[in-house]
């Protein structure tokens, strides 16, 4: 019998070796190169989604991370090594993420990470070890809030959610909102609350408000209720593998409504697995879109050098990424050492630097100040059509 | 709530529930016959789906053919984990064997993150399938149509196999005492096989029949529907097969019911659920059609 279980194990094994071999997408292992001497290198660590529900994002904000690593391998005369680590799409691997790069990679600052939820319960970590953090794509103001060693790249979701209700409202005339969100997730919660608020101020009324829970599948109860209020717009602040689902749903219960989502519906794989039930769909993102007119110098650079090396188009989380890595080494540079305290201060004194998406001012709250993006999905394909102000 | 809304409801409820219902059945009958609680079904059930997918757009075949083709192949892999996993500990106390079945389960979501990648697929559908019916308000697919019906046959197909075939009676009496069946000549090894065999062709299917109404293969997508339809199957009596039909439907028109006429709390919906399944085992608490415990004498 042990025979048996031995040789068992032997095939799995043998057959997980194979199938790694012939170059599956393997997801990034955490990466450990050969040790160098202390001083020499700048460690930076890296916390990202790289598996789990997040993963599509996560992958492409290290795409966007390492690619600038490539285009700028060097600051104050020593070399940058990047530590990544997989937080998983989940709190807990979060914290112990950014604990095992603090403590056991020794890094002088943090990037990360998409997902806000992910990004507080990793934010805890690195504020309480004194090591700065810069986020690339978590947009609840929480993440920020009452921190000294945080900061992000990006806008927060007060800001977002009012564009897309000014969006909503002036822009397609919308009076009648509902809205979809996700319970157990902090992002989804916050930036329905943001567009609810922003939405009533702005004259409108929201006719139903409905619940569901991270890994639902079936949202036809929802659904059936919303189309029974006859709203003009339904506003569902998801993640885009789940708004896919939704909106195929929505198009199988005869939904003749537009329905519109955040930044986090931003991934090129929303139309794969949407298919025709996304067309027409429209969402808030930060302003930066391979598909958008008039692009800066740098924007320019950063997506004709993307697809210098690949077949895809860059998404605004490759961009994201791509601006984080830029502005802490720019940070470092200004501090002349990597004194965690010197580069947080160089940090909050980021003014006008010029990134993929515009110039980028990190405010007191230690959030980058950014107009807001508009994209629709039009005959499969994203579409950059808006850059907007938000009335708040 | 108008008439049209409540039967759109009600054939939503409908759907969901079968889906359950279908889950259930093999979480049931590998629970009834060797009295272990499969924590990897749901794992198996992706591993299905996958297969499909892969049969239909890597390899061009044409739908029955994958589908056929992807319950073979599963139902192997269900043997093979048996063999690996749950053979060599026969013997064992109860709880290592349901240990396992974690372990096992765990192991197959991180194996399919690194052969599968985490990055969801979209499911292609047959065309006759999705092509929504409109009656009045009422909007139905044709998959709905087919989730009762399916459940329905392989309850019955299942139901037949277990009291009237030769395999069927070796299940059954080693489900009262696997030594003595030993004795009896009953082939036990063969016919746990055999069991685990049907009981992985059961997640194949309802795993594919999952992905054709939620066209979304990821590798943590078994565990949700895994673990509703393992309570599904407790409410309606663990080892029952008709207890685990009935378990389905009931728990699928819960959830959506609760929605439909409390939608404020439908975030709440799983947690009003499991309080019902509560109070239900707490009045009943073999489940609905769970055999009575007796003590062996």
């Known amino acids: ?392 | 709530m108008s008439l049209a809304m409540f039967v759109q409801h009600l054939f939503n409820a409908l759907t969901l529930g079968s889906l359950y219902a279908l889950i259930a059945i093999g979480y049931t009958m590998v629970y009834g016959i060797l009295r272990l609680i499969n924590f990897a079904h749901g794992e198996i059930f992706m591993m299905g789906a996958y297969f499909v997918f892969w049969g239909v757009t890597l390899f061009h075949l044409p739908w029955p053919i994958a589908v056929i083709g992807a319950i073979l192949v599963t139902s192997m892999a269900g043997i093979m984990v048996d063999r690996v996993a749950y053979k060599p500990l026969r013997n064992a106390p109860r709880i290592s064997a349901l240990i396992s079945s974690i372990g096992v389960s765990f192991f197959l979501q991180n194996f399919a993150i690194v052969v599968f990648s985490a990055i969801p697929r979209a499911v292609q559908r047959p065309d006759w399938l999705v092509k929504v019916i409109v009656i009045d308000k009422i909007r139905i697919l044709p998959l709905t149509l087919v989730f009762p019906v399916l459940s329905f046959i392989l309850m019955m197909g299942l139901l037949y196999v277990v009291y009237r075939t030769k395999p069927g009676l070796g299940m059954r009496a080693i489900s009262k005492d696997i030594e003595t069946s030993r004795l009896m000549g009953v082939p036990v090894n063969r016919i746990i096989a055999i069991t685990f065999g049907m009981g992985s062709a059961l997640a194949a299917a309802s795993g594919i029949m999952w992905a054709l109404r939620y066209p979304q293969l990821q590798p943590v997508m078994g565990v949700i529907p895994g673990f509703k339809a393992f309570i599904a199957a407790v409410f309606g009596g663990i080892g029952s097969i008709q207890g685990a039909v009935i378990g389905g439907l009931v728990l699928g028109f819960i959830e959506i019911m609760i929605v439909a006429f409390l939608p404020t709390l439908a975030g709440y919906r799983d947690a009003f659920a499991f309080v019902l399944l509560i109070i239900i085992l707490l009045i009943m608490p073999t489940g609905l059609m769970g055999e009575k415990l007796e003590d062996k004498v």
């Open chain 1, 1 to 392: 019998m042990k025979k048996g279980l031995l040789l068992g194990l032997i095939v799995v094994i043998a057959v997980i070796g194979f199938m790694m071999m012939r170059g599956e997408k393997a997801p990034e292992a955490p990466v450990v190169e050969e040790p160098v001497a202390e001083g020499e290198v700048i460690r930076i660590g890296v916390y990202l989604p790289l598996t789990g529900q997040m993963a599509m994002g996560g992958q492409l904000e290290l795409d966007g991370i390492k690619m600038a690593q490539v285009e700028m391998p060097e600051v104050l005369g020593r070399k940058v090594e990047l530590f990544v680590v997989d937080n998983k799409s989940d709190k807990v691997e979060s914290a112990n993420a950014v604990k095992r790069l603090i403590e056991k990679e020794q890094v002088v600052a943090v990037i990360g990470t998409y997902g806000s939820s992910l990004a507080m319960a990793g934010g805890e970590v690195a504020e309480s070890a004194g090591i700065p953090m810069v986020g690339t794509s978590c947009t609840n103001p929480l993440v920020t809030q009452g921190k000294k060693y945080i900061f992000r790249v990006c806008f927060i979701d007060p800001l977002q959610g009012a564009g897309a209700a000014t969006y909503a409202n002036k822009v397609l005339g919308a009076k009648k909102a509902a809205l979809l969100i996700d319970v157990a997730n902090d992002y989804s919660v916050g930036l329905a609350g943001f567009f609810e608020k922003s939405f009533l101020k702005l004259g409108g009324e929201i006719v139903s408000k409905l619940n569901y829970n991270s890994g639902d599948q079936d949202f036809t109860a929802q659904l059936t209720e919303i189309i029974s209020k006859s709203p003009d717009i339904l506003f569902v602040p998801s993640y885009f593998a789940e708004g896919a689902i939704i909106m195929k749903q929505a198009q199988e219960l005869g939904v003749t409504f537009q329905i519109m989502g955040g930044d986090a519906m931003d991934n090129p794989q929303i139309v794969e697995i949407g298919g025709d039930a996304v067309e027409g769909f429209v969402h808030t993102t930060f302003p930066y879109d391979p598909s958008m007119k008039d692009m800066n110098p740098v924007a320019q650079k950063f997506t004709d050098n993307w697809k210098k090396n690949r077949t895809d188009d860059p998404n605004v989380n490759a961009a994201l990424g791509y601006e984080s890595y830029m502005i802490l080494l720019d940070a470092i540079t200004r501090a002349g050492n990597t004194d965690p305290e010197a580069v947080t201060a160089a940090l909050a004194a980021t003014k006008d630097f010029a990134g993929v998406t515009g110039l980028t001012t990190i405010n007191a709250s230690h959030d980058a100040e950014k107009p807001i993006g508009i994209v629709e999905i039009k005959e499969g394909k994203k579409l950059y059509i808006a850059t907007i102000a938000p009335e708040l």
